[in-house]
């Protein structure tokens, strides 16, 4: 009896090893799997950019991108943990151009923003890639907008003016005049009162209140931008 148990002892014993061996071998095929995955999506990575200037790891360098994309973009400048990080220019393959501060691979802090086809210019602050906080936009034709930012577009205190001299003060959401603001024509006249997506909805009278707007000054005073 004590035969029959000593062999069965063993027996399970080999059991476990094998199914331990087999488990170990699956453990360093998997490894093997993820290294070369990783090999291979370096060796892409290298085929899409590349560091042509420099140290583009911790230091000053020139980072071009060959392909997909980002094909023809290329940014000059510091890098931090192989990320654009601190003062830099990033020229896109159209012309535009960011040219300013950087925080771990995106524009974040003062930073100027040139479109190559429009001519338009953006100057001031970023935050996280995108336009955030007070800021210059300069267009071409002669406008500008001076004021507040908030994900890449117009919202907060801002003051618009026209090449024609007119002038807008006042709120700005979502890019659109939105909330009171002051409006005051090329002649000279001024109105104040109350816009809502960028139309002028009410008028202030000399009393200070508010009155809803005629359908006549609705045409003059609702100038685009």
Not at 4 to 9: P, Q, S, T, V
Not at 69 to 80: C, E, H, I, P, R
Not at 150 to 178: I, L, P, S
Request: with cysteine.
């Amino acid at each position: 009896m004590l035969g029959i148990f000593g062999f069965g002892f063993d027996y399970f014993c080999l059991e476990d090893r094998k199914t331990t061996q087999q488990s170990e071998m699956k453990k360093l095929s998997l490894y093997v799997f993820l290294v070369l995955l990783t090999i291979s999506a370096c060796s892409e990575q290298n085929q899409l950019s590349k560091c042509i200037e420099g140290d583009c790891n911790n230091g000053y360098g020139t980072y071009t991108f060959v392909s997909g994309k980002f094909a023809g973009d290329k940014y000059v400048g510091q890098f931090k943990n192989k990320k654009q990080h601190g003062q830099g220019t990033y020229t896109w393959a159209n012309g535009d151009k960011y040219v300013g501060e950087w925080k771990k691979g995106k524009e974040h802090g003062q930073g100027t923003l040139t479109f190559e086809e429009s001519g338009n210019k953006y100057v001031g602050e970023f935050k996280n890639g995108k336009q955030n906080g007070q800021a210059t936009y300069i267009f071409a034709s002669g406008n500008k907008y001076v004021g507040e930012y908030k994900d890449g577009e117009r919202h907060g205190q801002g003051t618009y003016t026209w090449a024609d001299g007119a002038k807008h003060v006042g709120e700005f959401k979502d890019d659109k005049r939105h909330g009171q603001g002051t409006y005051t024509r090329a002649d000279g006249t001024v109105k104040k009162g109350i816009w809502e997506n960028d139309e002028l909805k009410e008028i202030k009278s000399k009393l200070g209140f508010y009155l809803e707007l005629p359908l006549t000054w609705k045409v003059i005073d609702n100038q685009n931008i």
